[in-house]
């Protein structure tokens, strides 16, 4: 290992020496899981991202620091999470038996109409966060974070800066996902521990970075997203759908409304969601609203104005330091993703 590049809660990112190859390369520690490594120890590394050239954090990734080991867990906690891998990482659940939270989790059942909006990528957290918080200042959000992408929550620097900033109040990892403020079970668990435990006034629920898609209809991870609005909604709580929108995706199946939103509020969401449909001009927008139709079978189609939303976006990936980008793509690449997004966030604050 040859130095720290940066750090972030979770995660230290280094550059490194690997064997056999020239120059150096990025890679990325959990600490918590494999000991902090410092200038010159050896690293064992699993350079599969870093080969394939993975476009969401092509990182060699730190299996352990042989020499400075994290010291060994002591609990509390028993839940297993990352299940029977190598790095399987032991903590506590809000929802398990020896937690201070188990006796408020045992019999809920209720989110009393709060507000969970679904989104595909995770991408999309940080612009619904803009615009829901653009109008209605001070809500008090808690992300919950499924297993469908990264597994740590560490990954993610934009949860490490929103929160930083204050425009999140906590994470939630739900599933084989971990490093939330909070451990669940389930989303179901996840859902209720964020209001009742967390307090939240509203839930941002999409999969961590990494999304996986095979560019068939059912084999992509956000498939999950469907299946979101029914735990939502089967809790009492109130679904917003946030599509996924492109104008800059080189793939026409991501063109306008994704295939993967219409699969997922389409077919696999069972329950009605409030599904946003932004008024974006011209020819696309009219494309994008056509193309969102069908979803009125079962869903609410809610026409959200997007006048003020770049600028609310370009402050906010300012004032909280949060890169907007999605498959690589940044804002003035692709602003219909983003201003789709903020949209949904605008009519979620119009529901408190």
């Keep these: 290992m040859e130095r720290v590049r940066r750090e972030w809660p979770g995660a230290v990112e280094l550059d490194v020496s690997v064997d056999g190859e020239p120059g150096t390369a990025r890679a990325l520690a959990y600490p918590a899981l494999v000991g902090r490594p410092e200038p010159g120890d050896a690293v064992l590394l699993n350079t599969t991202a870093l080969a394939m050239g993975l476009g969401t954090g092509g990182y060699a990734m730190v299996v352990a620091v042989p020499d400075r080991l994290p010291p060994d867990p002591t609990g509390p906690g028993h839940l297993v999470k990352a299940r029977y891998t190598p790095l399987q990482a032991t903590v506590l659940g809000a929802d398990e038996q020896g937690s201070p939270h188990h006796e408020a989790l045992r019999e809920a059942d209720s989110l009393d109409g709060m507000p969970v909006v679904v989104a595909d990528l995770h991408s999309a957290l940080p612009p619904i966060l803009a615009g829901l918080l653009a109008a209605r200042p001070g809500t008090r959000v808690v992300y919950v974070m499924p297993d469908g992408g990264a597994l740590p929550a560490w990954f993610s620097m934009s949860i490490a800066r929103l929160k930083e900033a204050g425009a999140l109040a906590a994470t939630v990892t739900v599933g084989q996902a971990f490093g939330g403020d909070l451990e669940a079970v389930t989303v179901h668990t996840g859902l209720l521990a964020a209001r009742l435990v ?55 199946r991501h063109i306008g409304v994704s295939h993967h939103s219409l699969t997922a509020y389409g077919r696999v969401a069972l329950a009605g969601a409030d599904v946003v449909v932004p008024d974006l001009p011209g020819g696309f927008g009219a494309e994008v609203t056509r193309q969102a139709a069908p979803l009125s079978g079962r869903h609410t189609l809610v026409r959200v104005p997007v006048d003020g939303l770049e600028k609310i976006l370009r402050a906010a990936e300012g004032d909280w330091g949060v890169r907007l980008s999605t498959m690589g793509r940044r804002l003035d690449a692709d602003l219909a993703y983003f201003l789709t997004a903020a949209a949904a966030g605008r009519h979620t604050a119009s529901l408190l």
């Design 198 to 252: 967390l307090d939240a006034e509203v839930v941002v629920l999409a999969q961590g970075p990494g999304n996986l898609g095979t560019g068939t209809r059912w084999g992509f991870s956000g498939v999950s997203a469907g299946e979101a609005v029914n735990a939502a909604s089967v809790l009492g709580g109130r679904p917003v759908a946030c599509l996924r929108v492109s104008e800059g995706d080189e793939r026409e």
